[in-house]
Structures are given as structure tokens and as C-alpha cells.
């Protein structure tokens, strides 16, 4: 007699039917004290145990849902079950040393909780449906960002968290000290007082690819403002790409390549657990048709157009709602997809102005636009920023000093352009808005195991 | 004509025998102004260009190592050659903006340099053939290690680096604050003075596998210590799974069952770098014989031995060199691998005493020693640590107390015990180390691609 994971039992019933095996779990749902629907975490489905043994009743006092329990008995099929399966037990265990009251007063009642709610449970929260099936689609993204640039033969660049400096001058930086609970940061610490982290690993990433030519990074970058949006956290996932050769074109076609990927294989593998988010959303009447929107976005092309030519576009709506050069706002991306583009398809836009961008990015010939691009995705906006970077040693100085950045800092990297003119491009992914997309999910710290915003650790 | 990576030519060059490519790379070998070796950081293989005819000579003053190159040719078979293929070219381009000083004052000059050596441009040494060479073995273990959690149904969970508590006591901790430049950590900050970067994501991952049954968390953890050994940094990547209703013996046999996944993938899939790495150790006197040393390791049983044991016989070797209840350290575990068992085969000592252990692990009926395990490898020594987990909330908070620990801080942990007895175990590895194991690098700052330890960043 053999113990099995109730995934594994649903994924091989036809190989254990009428077999006898143990189950551990935990209380989901019972009635009348002869049905008890048991789940242990390996799947949003739970396996049905019916009792027709009264040796086997189990006392209503003794029951309640979230109790962890032990069951044997055999694996039969039930046509009538939605799932197939049942268990007859022939014997039965509550484990004790659980907390009524605690249990009954968290979220883990059976009865509908807010997102808002279940985050001031953030250590009980896996266990509800709801977020068990945002953290399993999570768990695929990850592992097939990982699948598709280890088949197209990149190489992972673990990029340091503990940094020196602020690499695009994009947001506010935490510093770091050894010295404990000391109130001083003297030069008795570890790094002489200039330890930060990380907001971006592109830097250290280039000079990996100047050695290895088509290289990643994927781990937690950091951003100290006080940001307390649906869309911002201080501590995210970031993925990051940068391949010599590149030009603007082939990262356009990268990035669409691997949004299109990750889709396919979203919807593929996670079809059980997308079905129950898109009756979830149902359910709190927020019509969302995950699966469609996905499958189209994989059926078709992604609309590419320039800064110059959105701003027209947008002027045209309200003239006084942008001007060249500035920067494009959530509000302006909202009036893009509701107004604009009404196709719910993402939207790539390139040649964004220099005076908006960071020191790195390579110049077009107009002198005033970047070789780069943004995307955008309905609902969640920017996704992916990118660009051709500047390879010549001159004008990367001249930027650099331009922007009054320290010159000293960034010899390394203005040595890498000593080694000649190898152009090369590169992209940046935050991947907890891109599970915001997939999951219909407004709020990004309901999509992250552990949500790190200003005043919450 | 198309443009081709060079590992993507040796991966399919049979197809594209005499027919015209274009390769991009940088020189890393030529002579008599005829032969040009090129590589482009996509595979430690050179591809060699054999100019034939005259007019495309290369001017020896244009000529040199490290400068980057562009040829159009014809891919021929050649028997002689020890790859197969070379090129015979009609075009070649030497682009310009190097720095020829730079270059030949750099380690990128044809000669061996040290490792530390290599070290001191870290941002150049991924174009060296050792550094780019563990770089590819590092990147494939990664994928692996998500790779073998993936296929057995785990579910990825990223566990915060920003931090309240010090999960185990476990060395110092680096504190952060958001206040940039100010001297002070005030309550200003925004995590009001308490952030601390990780230094195991353990108690967090417990919760989630209170809810999700099979966890595990791959990033990178902090120690402030100021400790600057071969085998320790300030930052490194940490392992860490957590299974619901695993034993200790579960815990040693899926310990074993990774190393030996791991070991057998990068054997079968890294061929060419193991290969490239005997021949450099054998270069200059360092005999390892790494394929040899992964097979033993895959084909045998590790030895598995009580801590009690391996103490009585670290005491027959000197009766003054450890007593039970002292930490197994480094110098022990030299004689364990020379003296005790000379075998080169990993070594699992279990049942480590309650006072070097931290609270939250399981404690045996004899009261004195913890349901744990040590995993030590030759050479590099411990590489996991793992253990059953304490499942009385009772006993749990008096272990608390009993170590002067915050039972505030814990208190969210310290709940989980209210859902039930529901027994689970886990464990940590440290990836970088076992890089090191693999390449047989000594120190463990190049095996990482910006090591991070004191007063370097």
C-alpha cells in the first residue's frame, strides 16, 4: 500500500483503480457527515472520500475544514463525480494539535474573501483556490523563461544584487550596511558605505555578453520609491536579455518570440488552472475571457509603431494631453488601447526620444530618437523596455558626462567599447505584471508570494 | 547568406558544407597571416579561417588577438582539422574603434593568468576560455536544478531578499534602508528601520508549503559576515525545498536523488567543458579527474553515518581535536575525507546535537540530538543541511524562548502549527559550491560571475 500526492493520483487514476492507498490532506468541504472533499496542496482539484462504512463516520464534532486528516482506502470510479474518482475508506484519521479557533477566525473559512483580504494573511493565503492557482502559473512562467532561453542557447549571468551603482538612474536605490543595529553608516562597514541594491543587472550583463554573446538574468532588482500603485512593488522579478549582433529589429522579434512562447505554453499547461480563474472573475462579475485573449495574442501580429507617430495619435484625441517628448503615462496607455487601438493586442512602440531615455541607448540619425522600444499590454502597460545600445566609446562619455553621472563609476563599463564596435541590443521583462496579464489579477501583490511595499515586509 | 553563431555552425555543419555564411566574432588565435581562429562566445570552439586567396590577406599591423572581425566564406570540410570545418573566406572586415593599448594590456592577451589575476577585471574575464567555460556549466546547472523541480511536480516559490528576521541565527545580516545618502536610519525609511536582506528563505517557504505541499525557492541570500575565505561571500544563490509529510529518510534520499540528477546532466550535457576543465588543471599540475570523480559519485551509494559516529571517530583519529556537541568544521572535515573514509564519496551525517542546530528543527526521543542531516562533498565539504521540522506549536515556542529569540517576530510562523500536526522536512544548497565540486575550481569567487565579499563589489 502506497502514499500518493493527490496530483499524481489524478494524473495515473486509471493505473490505481479499485487499488487501496493512503492519503494525507486536509479537510476542504464536508456533508452530512458521510462525504469529505480532502485536498494537500498539489492541486486545485480535491479527491472525494464517501462513506458507506458506519465504522468509518466521522463525528461532526471532530470535523471541521482545514484539519489535516489520513485516509485509506480504495480508488474507485465514479461516473457521476465531475473528476471520476472517489476513495471508500477503510480507515480514517484526524491529526490532532490544530487550533479551532484560530482556523475558523482566518481566511481559511469557507466563505469568499477579498484579495485585500487574504493579503493580511499572506502566510495562510496559499492555501485558498484562488491564489494556490496564481502561484502554480507563476511557478510554470518562471520555469519556462528558464526553458526557452536555455533551448535557444543563452546563458543564464547571475548579475550582482549588491551593487555600486544606479544603472539608469531609474528610481530611488535602498543602501545597504553590515553594521547591524548600529544607527551609523561609517566606513567600518563591509563595502565603505557604498553598498545599494540592485535596480537593474543590464550593466554587468553587457560585459557577460561582450564574453558569451547571447546571455540572460532573472532574479530581484529593487526601487525605493514610495510607490503604492496596483503596479509597482520594491522588490520585483526582473528578466533581462542582451545578445551581441542585435539590432532594433531582432529584439522586437525576440521579445514578441518569447511573449508568444511563454502564451503557448501558459495556456497549454495551465488550462485547469486558467478555467478556474476565468470563473473566479465570473463569479465577482468581472467578465474576463483569459484564454481568448491570450490565444489571440498568440494568433496575431503585435501592432509596432513609433513614438513620433502615438503622439499624433494621442494629440489627436485631446491635444493637450501630451507633447513630444514627454513621457508616456498610464493615462496616456489607457486612452491608447481604449481610444486608439480598441484590439486588445500588445503594442510595440519604438524610437522613443532621447531626453526620456537612459545614457546607453544608441542614438538614430535625427539625433533626437533612441533605437529602442517599449511594449505595452492592455490593462497592465509597459512590459518590456529595450534598445540598440551606444557602442562608441566617444559618444557614450560624451552622454555619460551630459547626464552628470560619475565617469569614474562607469570606466568599466566605457572600457568594454575599447574592444571595438560589436553592436549588441537587449531587453528588460517584469515578470510579476506580465502574471498580472495572464491571471486577470489587478493588484501585483496579489501575484507574488511575499509582497515587499513601502511599510510591509 | 545567412549569419550564423558559431555553436549553432558546429551544431549543424553538416548541413552547411560548402555553402556561403557569414560569422561575426573576435580573434582569438592567428598566424602566418593565413590562419585566423575566430570565436564568437557562443562555444569554447574556435572556427578557423584559412585565407587561400591572396587578396584577402589581413595586414599583419591590422591583425591582432581580441579584435573583433567579420567574415563572409565558404564552410569546407577538413579532415586535418580537429573540429571538422574551417572557412575559406571572400570577405573579411575588421571593424575599427578598439583599443589596441587596452586590449594587449589586458588579460585578454594570449597567456595564462592566474585565476585571482583574472579576478581583477572581472568585467573582461567572460572571454576567457576557463571563465567562460564554469559560466556555461553554471548556467546549465541552474536550468537543471528548475528543470528537476519542475518534473517532480515542486512549485517555485520566490521568497523575499527584503526581510524582517534573522530565519536562523545564522551569521550577520545586512540591514538597508531607502534613505540614500543620509546618514541616519530613521523612522523615515520605509520599511521603518527593520529591512534586512535575506538570509534563508526557510520560514517562509514553510508557509507556502503548508498550502502548496511541494516547495522550493532558488535565489540569492546574504551573509554580513566579514569572513574571506575560498568558500564564502557576502552574496551567493541558495537552494532551499520544503516538502509536506517528509521525513528525515525522504529528505536524504531526494538529497541524494538531486545530486546525482545533476551530476548526470552536466556529464552527459557538458562533455566538452569538463573536458576543457581536466586539461587546464592538468596544464598547470592540479591532477583532477572530474568526469571520473561525477561518475563514481552517480554509480555508488553516499555513505550515511550518525553525528554521533562520525565523533567517536574523529576521536580515534585525536582524541583532542572535537567532542560531542562541538560543530564539524572545516578542519574535521579534511581529516573525515583523508583519514576516516577515503573514498571520495559524499558523506550524509545525521543526527546532529540540539545545541549547534536552530530552533525550528525536530527534536529525537533522546532528547540531545535534532532529526537533521549535513551533506559534505570532498574538498568543498558541507553542501546541504537539512531537517525534519518541529510540528508542536508548543514545543516549538519553548525553543523559541529558550534561545532568546522575538516570539513577536515568529509569531506568524508559530501559527502554521495551528492548522495541525502535519509533519514536513527540508533542506538548503548552496549552489555555488557545488560548482566549485564540479569544476574543481578552488576559490569559490570564480565560479560566480561578480563575486560579491568584503570591501569588493
Chains 1, 2 share one sequence.
Request: charged share 25%.
Amino acid at each position: 500500500m502506497k502514499k500518493y500526492y493527490i496530483k499524481d493520483i489524478y494524473d495515473i487514476y486509471k493505473k490505481l483503480i479499485n487499488k487501496k492507498i493512503i492519503i494525507k490532506g486536509w479537510i476542504k468541504y464536508y456533508r452530512n457527515s458521510i462525504f469529505i472533499d480532502i485536498n494537500d496542496g498539489t492541486t486545485i482539484k480535491n479527491l472525494q472520500v464517501i462513506i458507506k462504512n458506519k465504522k468509518f463516520l466521522v463525528k461532526e464534532k471532530e470535523i471541521n475544514i482545514g484539519i489535516p486528516i489520513k485516509v485509506i482506502g480504495k480508488l474507485v470510479y465514479q461516473k457521476k463525480n465531475i473528476n471520476n474518482i472517489e476513495i471508500i475508506p477503510n480507515y480514517i484519521k484526524i491529526y490532532k494539535g490544530y487550533d479551532l479557533n484560530y482556523i475558523n477566525n482566518s481566511i481559511l473559512q469557507n466563505k469568499y474573501h477579498k484579495l485585500s483580504k487574504l493579503r493580511e494573511e499572506v502566510y495562510l493565503r496559499f492555501r485558498t483556490n484562488i491564489f494556490s492557482t496564481i502561484m502554480r502559473i507563476r511557478s510554470l512562467l518562471f520555469f519556462e523563461i528558464h526553458n526557452f532561453f536555455n533551448k535557444n542557447k543563452y546563458i543564464l549571468i547571475n548579475t550582482p544584487i549588491i551593487n555600486k551603482n544606479n544603472a539608469e538612474g531609474a528610481g530611488e536605490v535602498f543602501k545597504i550596511t553590515s553594521l547591524g543595529d548600529s544607527n551609523n553608516l561609517t566606513s567600518k562597514d563591509l563595502f565603505n558605505n557604498e553598498g545599494k541594491l540592485t535596480v537593474s543587472g543590464q550593466l554587468e550583463l553587457e560585459s557577460a555578453m561582450y564574453g558569451l554573446a547571447k546571455v540572460y538574468t532573472f532574479g530581484p532588482v529593487f526601487r525605493a520609491d514610495n510607490s503604492n500603485t496596483f503596479k509597482h512593488l520594491s522588490e520585483f522579478w526582473m528578466l533581462e536579455s542582451e545578445i551581441m549582433y542585435y539590432k532594433l529589429k531582432d529584439i522586437i522579434n525576440l521579445s514578441i518570440k518569447l511573449i508568444k512562447y511563454l502564451f503557448k505554453k501558459i495556456l497549454y499547461k495551465c488550462k485547469n488552472e486558467l478555467n478556474y480563474l476565468e470563473e473566479y472573475h465570473n463569479k465577482h462579475n468581472r467578465f474576463k475571457k483569459l484564454k481568448e485573449r491570450l490565444t489571440k495574442i498568440i494568433n496575431n501580429k503585435f501592432i509596432i509603431i513609433s513614438y513620433t507617430k502615438i503622439i499624433k495619435l494621442l494629440k489627436k484625441v485631446d491635444n493637450n494631453i501630451i507633447n513630444w517628448g514627454d513621457d508616456i503615462g498610464s493615462n496616456h496607455e489607457k486612452i491608447i488601447f481604449n481610444k486608439i487601438f480598441n484590439m486588445s493586442l500588445p503594442i510595440v512602440i519604438y524610437n522613443f526620444p532621447k531626453c526620456i531615455k537612459p545614457f546607453y541607448m544608441n542614438i538614430n540619425t535625427d539625433s533626437d530618437t533612441t533605437k529602442s522600444i517599449d511594449i505595452l499590454l492592455p490593462d497592465i502597460g509597459e512590459i518590456i523596455g529595450g534598445s540598440e545600445r551606444e557602442i562608441s566609446y566617444k559618444k557614450l562619455l560624451k552622454r555619460i558626462k551630459n547626464n552628470n553621472m560619475n565617469v569614474k563609476d562607469l570606466n568599466w563599463y566605457l572600457n568594454l567599447r575599447k574592444l571595438g564596435k560589436i553592436s549588441h541590443s537587449g531587453f528588460g521583462l517584469g515578470v510579476d505584471r506580465l502574471i498580472q496579464f495572464i491571471t486577470g489579477i489587478n493588484n501585483i501583490r496579489d501575484v507574488v508570494p511575499f509582497p515587499i511595499y513601502p511599510g510591509h515586509i
